[in-house]
């Protein structure tokens, strides 16, 4: 080291940072600690790296030192910690508080690193890497992505995992400055806030990461210094990369591609100019001194440019799992990957892994290019996609995940925007929707943890007329073949807005109108065609919708009465109720929304009138409500009515019911920051964004005539929803002192103390990612049903 360079940083994080002579002088004194230990040579050693100052120290001294290092994870569970150390027989690094020893310490001379694999298609292996390997490593990530002195280099991946180690020994052999953070426990926030005070040249992390980062307000500044931005460890779209030449015009961007057991295998550079691919980044330019082929699955040379199983050839490729070494053949190792692509030239396309390659009609998919369609969707943040063998054939599994505030795209539409994208053969057989994609600890998706679709009935085809036409109409709506008789509207992936079409195309194909509540109580194929069939002329919908396909003889389960918000269907609980299945769920939706009558002005006027139905159905009780937007203040007043009666009220469920806001204007009690709008703007309002005089009066006459004409589903859900503003406007919130528990989507703008001035004896107030309708849909239902069943069996804590 030059004495110039003895001061320079060598490593910094958020709590601190040390220079390369001090660096140089603790791995010193640690390596001399290390030989009195007693430990024998060649014994690997476990550090356990939590992204601090201390942990790299700890890294470089064991690496400086006659034993393999181990890296663990911090976040790692116990039990895996100790299952990997035993395998490995590896002992703690000295001083470690809490990290076992294996029963056995094994030697495993002449490798530098044993790194176990990431573990998210089966059992973690561990990989022995060499000197050599390393050596070869850090020159090349050095000479690829500009890492040496003077410059700052910004890791916002575990050093524990492969490609954070690659990164973190890359820039300390080069001799620049390594920026530590800690994106999985500070958060994406504090990631930002480092690297516009770090001001690096240069960031490494994982394209999930990257999409969080260039989501954030700070965007921008962080990234307004970085000339390389490097991502790897699993596919990134060009829609990414478009977004971060958005914050940053000079970018330089690297796809990075590579595994445990090779080491960096491609790189693919974009720079600022460089025009961009449709779909996912290939994985590009073979990395130096590795010589990658492809055979068939005969194990044959396969033509240039055809997918097949790749194999790596390489003096600077591991040496080998524990216990077994790669062949060699002269100092060349040879190493069979997991994963297909094809090679032309110096050019590697990654095609997925070898279990996820499927034939589908004679055609072999490529799940990358299926994953790239989905992702290309706006409101999809990220996606995965499966191949399997199903009883049918092969099928492919989609899994995506909104970003966070975005409305969940409903699965038939995914499927309209797939269907004018990819071929008939590349259509993803299931669609489902995940709040979040599981990742491993080391951020990759885990595929073990992704959920099993749910099975479609066996296939039983169309009897009569109806039901072939009514099966044509549903394949085209919603994008899937082969609808029989037993297959379930909603299970396909219908959702409300699909619903509206259906009904729309069934009264053109047929003269027969449905209601949204045909679809909710009896969701099968040959059921809607009964409907249809025993519809001449049309009939009106009620208020009461059985959420059940069971009839109410046969159903002896608790009932729970859910109150739908204003305009809303009793098809919106659709999902919840499949979710409560140990309940029987009856919705209620406004007066006259789907029939002929006269709507109830007054939230007093619906509580009344649902209260009749309730009592009804069930005169004895005991009672259990759930109430969604307005329906959850209507359920409680409907309370106040059968309690004053003598009826016992169990438990009340609200569901994003929102205070500030239109029923926050005439409380009788004080709501904490509650803003009452302003009366005569929520009141006259069009909201469409209509102002002018004619589209007020015009919005006003349909309101005196909401009930008698009958408009198109949505526009009569639109009018009824103006309807439920205005009865919130006139409507006094009184306290109730029943059990209640709040239930709140994550953009709810109330404080959460309103709900203890309303309830006293509010039991809790729970929060669920989604937006106010997203909660009742997938994937939020999952949670919102948890909630709402651990509040009707009294499994919440009060306050």
């Not at 500009?146 to 910004?154: C, L, M, N, S």
């Not at 460089?274 to 055979?295: E, W, Y």
Request: proline share 8%; glycine share 10%.
């Amino acid at each position: 080291m030059s004495a110039d360079h003895e001061d320079v940083v060598a490593l910094r994080t958020r709590t601190g940072t040390v220079s390369f002579a001090k660096l140089l002088r603790l791995v010193d004194e640690g390596t001399a600690g290390l030989r009195t230990a007693g430990i024998a040579d060649g014994v690997p050693v476990a550090v356990r790296l939590s992204d601090s100052v201390d942990g790299v120290i700890e890294l470089l001294t064991v690496l400086c030192s006659p034993h393999p290092v181990l890296p663990i994870d911090i976040a790692s569970p116990p039990e895996r910690t100790a299952r990997l150390i035993e395998a490995a027989g590896a002992v703690a690094y000295p001083g470690e508080i809490g990290l076992p020893s294996a029963s056995v310490p094994r030697p495993v001379p002449g490798t530098a690193v044993l790194m176990f694999t990431s573990g998210s298609t089966g059992e973690p292996k561990a990989v022995r890497q060499g000197f050599a390997q390393w050596m070869h490593q850090i020159t090349e990530l050095g000479r690829e992505l500009g890492i040496g002195p003077g410059r700052k280099v910004a890791l916002a991946m575990p050093v524990s995992f492969g490609g954070g180690l690659d990164i973190a020994l890359a820039a300390v052999g080069n001799g620049a400055t390594l920026c530590v953070s800690h994106p999985r426990t500070d958060g994406v926030g504090e990631l930002t806030a480092s690297l516009i005070e770090w001001r690096p040249d240069s960031l490494h992390l994982t394209p999930a990461l990257l999409r969080a980062l260039l989501a954030e307000p700070g965007a921008d500044d962080a990234f307004a210094t970085t000339d390389i931005v490097c991502t790897c460890g699993e596919a990134i779209g060009a829609g990414d990369v478009a977004r971060l030449r958005e914050v940053n015009t000079n970018v330089t961007f690297t796809n990075r591609s590579g595994s445990t057991e090779t080491g960096n295998l491609a790189f693919n550079v974009f720079g600022p100019d460089r025009p961009l691919p449709d779909g996912m980044i290939p994985a590009g330019r073979i990395a130096a001194g590795k010589a990658v082929t492809v055979v068939d699955d005969q194990g044959l040379p396969a033509a240039p440019g055809t997918i097949g199983t790749l194999v790596v050839r390489s003096p600077n490729i591991a040496q080998g799992y524990l216990g077994s070494d790669f062949p060699d053949i002269g100092g060349v190792r040879e190493h069979v990957l997991g994963d297909r692509g094809s090679v032309t030239g110096d050019q590697l396309h990654l095609a997925g892994r070898g279990d996820d390659t499927v034939k589908i009609r004679g055609y072999r998919v490529d799940v990358s290019e299926v994953v790239g369609a989905i992702e290309a969707i706006p409101e999809v943040a990220e996606a995965a996609v499966l191949a399997r063998h199903g009883t049918g054939g092969a099928e492919l599994i989609a899994y995506l995940a909104t970003a966070p505030g975005v409305r969940p795209p409903s699965v038939a539409e995914i499927r309209t925007t797939l269907a004018a994208s990819l071929p008939s053969w590349m259509q993803p057989t299931h669609v489902l929707l995940v709040a979040a994609l599981p990742r491993t600890e080391r951020g990759k998706v885990d595929r073990t943890r992704l959920p099993e679709p749910a099975g479609r009935p066996r296939y039983v085809a169309p009897v009569t007329t109806t039901e072939g036409l009514l099966a044509s109409i549903w394949e085209d709506l919603l994008r899937v073949g082969d609808v029989g008789r037993d297959d379930d509207f909603l299970s396909l992936g219908g959702d409300s807005l699909t619903v509206v079409e259906l009904i729309t195309r069934t009264t053109a194909t047929f003269g027969t109108a449905l209601t949204p509540s045909d679809l909710v109580s009896a969701p099968t194929l040959r059921a809607v065609a009964d409907a249809v069939d025993r519809r001449n002329p049309p009939v009106s919908g009620g208020d009461v919708v059985p959420l059940s396909a069971v009839p109410a003889a046969d159903d002896d389960r608790p009932l729970v009465f859910a109150f739908s918000g204003a305009g809303e269907s009793a098809l919106a609980f659709g999902p919840l109720a499949r979710c409560l299945g140990e309940y029987r769920v009856i919705g209620l939706q406004p007066h006259a929304l789907e029939g002929r009558g006269i709507p109830d002005w007054t939230v007093g006027a619906a509580a009344r009138r649902f209260a009749r139905h309730i009592l009804d159905i069930c005169p004895p009780g005991p009672f259990r409500f759930v109430g969604h937007s307005l329906g959850g203040v209507i359920a409680i007043e409907v309370a106040r009515l059968l309690s004053a009666q003598g009826h016992h009220v169990e438990h009340i469920v609200c569901l994003d019911t929102i205070f500030d806001g239109p029923l926050g204007t005439r409380a009788r009690m004080h709501l904490p920051a509650v803003v009452p709008p302003r009366a005569d703007t929520e009141a006259d309002g069009d909201p469409a964004g209509e102002t002018t005089a004619a589209a007020l009066w015009r919005r006003r006459l349909a309101l005196l005539s909401a009930g008698w004409w009958r408009r198109p589903a949505k526009e009569q859900w639109s009018l009824f929803h103006d309807l439920g503003r205005r009865s919130a406007l006139l409507h006094r919130l009184r306290p109730w002192y029943g059990p209640v528990t709040a239930i709140l989507a994550d953009d709810n703008p109330d404080n959460p103390e309103c709900w203890y001035a309303y309830a006293p004896h509010c039991a809790g107030v729970h929060v669920v990612a989604g937006d106010h309708n997203a909660i009742l849909r997938h994937p939020y239902v999952d949670r919102t049903a948890r909630l709402v069943a651990d509040a009707l069996t009294s499994q919440v804590t009060t306050r």
